[in-house]
């Protein structure tokens, strides 16, 4: 399976001190290094992030291109356009991203998706984690991570945390 990962997923499981998610449920997983750079300059100016290290299992790679029509979209950032480029130059199975944006996209060029919450969803489901009820409290009380109210709902029962 080819996984590729934007910023955010990766940033925000550092957070949580679970980025070897990422290798257990994925193998092998690519970014470009535009988002490793993204990662180390929010992991140096933020707060939140301070002294968060990019991990060195994830296999950085540049796109040949990322001069594309749908990337010229206001809505998209850097990092996003670079995973993108990159995993459709990769054949990607998977792309690993949080904004809706980016998503939009995506979906729009056939790449499947995958967030972080579906990412702790699988983690569970598959007994990597015991709960995703910890990692969601952190994120949004720590990591300032927003999650609507429906979405967290949603994925707190699939995980069978809710009734």
């Not at 992030?49 to 979209?73: D, Q, V």
């Not at 990597?128 to 969601?136: E, G, V």
Request: hydrophobic letters at 50%; one cysteine or more; a negative charge.
């Amino acid at each position: 399976m080819t996984v590729v990962a934007d910023t955010s997923v990766i940033l925000n499981l550092c957070f949580l001190k679970q980025q070897d998610l990422l290798s257990s449920l994925f193998g092998a997983v690519h970014a470009p290094y535009h988002v490793e750079a993204e990662f180390q300059r929010l992991a140096a100016s933020d707060r939140r992030f301070l002294g968060l290290m990019f991990p060195e299992f994830i296999l950085r790679a540049e796109p040949l291109t990322t001069s594309h029509p749908w990337a010229h979209s206001p809505a998209l950032h850097s990092g996003e356009i670079a995973a993108l480029s990159l995993a459709l130059e990769l054949k990607a199975d998977l792309v690993l991203m949080d904004e809706a944006a980016g998503r939009a996209v995506a979906t729009s060029l056939q790449l499947s998706t995958m967030g972080l919450l579906g990412i702790l969803l699988k983690a569970q489901q598959q007994g990597l984690i015991p709960a995703i009820t910890p990692f969601l409290e952190r994120l949004q009380h720590q990591a300032r991570f927003w999650i609507a109210p429906s979405l967290r709902q949603a994925v707190l029962r699939a995980a069978g945390e809710v009734a």
